[in-house]
Nanobody
């Protein structure tokens, strides 16, 4: 059982930056694909970014491409999401997830393990 704990959320003004971090409890972390999803108030959960086990392959939602960067450190069992140029529409609860490679990276069904989420609020 992999436990994921997110941190780094908060309140920031539009145009600002935040860095979210996800720490995993398992040493097998390095074998998992990692991803970040978000859910805005009153909206469906949506894919934000993903990264493969080695960090060599990343994918991003069009809405965050060029502003957000996903990374991972397999020695520290962490995956980070650097968010720059934040917009009010980025306001959401952000969740990290860990899983395999059975479906496309943006498919939440791919990810077996989920964190509890961290809140990001961007003021205009």
């Amino acid at each position: 059982q992999v436990q994921l704990v997110e941190s780094g959320g908060g309140l920031v003004q539009a145009g600002g930056s935040l860095r979210l971090s996800c720490e995993a409890s398992e040493r097998t972390f390095s074998t998992y694909a990692m991803a970040w999803f978000r859910r805005a108030p009153g909206k469906e959960r949506e894919f934000v970014a993903s990264i493969n086990f080695s960090g060599a392959i990343t994918n991003y939602a069009d809405s965050v491409k060029g502003r957000f960067t996903i990374s991972r450190d397999n020695d520290k069992n962490t995956s980070d999401l650097q968010m720059n140029g934040l917009k009010p529409e980025d306001t959401a609860d952000y969740y990290c997830a860990a899983g395999g490679y059975t479906t496309p990276p943006s498919d939440p069904q791919r990810y077996r393990y989920w964190g509890q989420g961290t809140q990001v609020t961007v003021s205009s």
